[in-house]
């Protein structure tokens, strides 16, 4: 297994940081190399950008603005930790990645020029496979409520009509390329995500490695 990039996006509160966490803990238990990030961030300089984008009303008013900064960060992350993980055999899980600028900006703005930009963000990088943690939103935003982050940030204080646009637009973005994308019930308890994820990601994968169960 090597050099795999694998992406796992959904709403606020779906369980993503959840799962990432759980399915890197498996994978390194059977010795793989994992590296382990996630979106906006992942470098100091998309970490700053991430720090503007969830502190600044006015950068979630423009989608464009939006795209852009997401891009930047995105390509910095890209540039310095996934491509070089990637080269190096690793497996890379990215808690969210360009489905989200495509989920969250894509009633925002013109489709042609969001897949312009998400283009250069990701230097033409694709997910070789997406987890989509699917559950209404105001199930993720309660789960997101209850978690002890202080201050809600600008995404999460968005309207319910918006996060139901989101996920209508993660659904369509599966369903047009079910090659890629692996639908998952996130309303379902952690540890049964937690086997379904296991058991694509071997079928997928580890076909034939037998990691001694089942
Ligand atoms: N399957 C599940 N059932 C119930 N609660 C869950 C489940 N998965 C995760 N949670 C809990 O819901 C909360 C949100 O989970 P998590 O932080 O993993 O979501 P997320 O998708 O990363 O959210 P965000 O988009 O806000 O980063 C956490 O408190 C987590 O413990
Ligand atoms: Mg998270």
């Not at 209508?168 to 973005?173: E, P, S, V």
């Not at 994820?197 to 580890?206: E, H, L, N, P």
């Given at each position: 297994m090597r050099g795999v990039f694998i992406t796992f996006e959904g709403g606020e509160g779906a369980g993503k940081s959840t799962?990432?966490?759980r399915l890197a803990l498996l994978l390194e238990s059977y010795g793989l190399s994992v590296t382990v990030t996630r979106e906006p961030g992942g470098t100091p300089l998309a970490e700053a950008i991430r720090g503007l984008i969830l502190t600044h009303e006015a950068a979630s008013e423009d989608?464009?603005?939006?795209?852009?900064?997401?891009?930047?960060?995105?390509r910095d992350h890209v540039l310095r930790v996934i491509r070089p993980a990637l080269a190096a055999g690793h497996i890379v899980l990215c808690d969210r990645f360009a489905d989200s600028t495509r989920a969250y900006q894509g009633s925002k703005m013109p489709e042609a020029?969001?897949?312009?930009?998400?283009?250069?963000?990701?230097d033409g990088l694709k997910p070789d496979l997406t987890f989509l943690l699917d559950?209404?939103?105001?199930?993720?935003?309660?789960?997101?409520?209850?978690?002890f982050t202080g201050v809600e940030d600008t995404f999460e204080r968005s309207n319910l009509g918006f996060h139901r646009?989101?996920?209508?637009?993660?659904?369509?973005?599966?369903?047009?390329?079910?090659?890629?994308?692996v639908h998952i019930d996130?309303?379902?308890?952690?540890?049964?995500?937690a086997e379904t994820?296991?058991?694509?990601?071997?079928?997928?994968?580890?076909a034939g490695q037998g990691d001694g169960e089942r």
């Open positions: 799962q990432v966490r989608g464009l603005t939006q795209a852009l900064l997401f891009a930047a960060a995105r020029e969001l897949e312009q930009v998400i283009a250069l963000g990701t559950l209404p939103p105001e199930v993720g935003l309660e789960r997101a409520r209850s978690r646009e989101v996920r209508r637009r993660f659904l369509a973005l599966a369903e047009a390329e079910p090659a890629r994308f996130a309303s379902r308890d952690e540890a049964h995500v994820i296991r058991s694509v990601v071997r079928a997928k994968f580890m």
